[in-house]
């Protein structure tokens, strides 16, 4: 299976060690130009961005540029420009799905089609396939970088 990610999905994964999530359940990830800039060069010495680069050298990681500037651009006015080039590389690499966590990006790709994953549904998605995942210490985790979930979906999530 082929994604592209967000920025937000790289950093949260690899706040809480689990990156490598992204190389066992993906056949490929993708990120656009922008997700790039944000997590390897802005980014550099923070969570996500030595991950990223070394998934990038092993070749499992690929930088995609957007063609599509003009789609890109007209949803700047809900969502980052990171979260704005996934969805937009996503519909043009005609992925499996894109990798977002912020609400409203989300519900900008499920507009456009796109089935969206975000952090806690890798680690759901991980569970799933058989690899061992504590997933209310993981969830836990997540809370403790600042990630935001309901109570409502952390109780969904554990059942």
Not at 101 to 126: M, S, Y
Request: hydrophobic share 45%; charged share 30%; no cysteine.
């Amino acid at each position: 299976m082929e994604v592209v990610a967000d920025a937000s999905s790289l950093i949260s994964l690899a706040e809480i060690n689990k990156f490598y999530l992204l190389k066992e359940l993906f056949s490929k990830v993708y990120i656009p130009m922008a997700v790039y800039q944000e997590v390897v060069i802005a980014g550099e010495n923070e969570s996500g961005a030595n991950e990223t680069h070394a998934g990038i050298e092993d070749g499992w990681i690929k930088k995609e540029a957007v063609k599509d500037i003009l789609a890109v651009e007209t949803l700047l006015s809900s969502i980052s420009i990171g979260e704005a080039e996934a969805i937009i590389l996503a519909k043009e690499l005609k992925v499996d799905r894109v990798l977002l966590n912020d609400l409203e990006a989300r519900n900008e790709a499920h507009l456009l089609g796109l089935k969206v994953t975000g952090a806690i549904g890798i680690l759901q998605l991980a569970r799933d396939r058989g690899v061992s995942i504590d997933l209310k210490k993981e969830l836990d985790n997540l809370k403790k970088t600042g990630f935001r979930i309901s109570d409502e979906l952390y109780e969904k999530v554990l059942k």
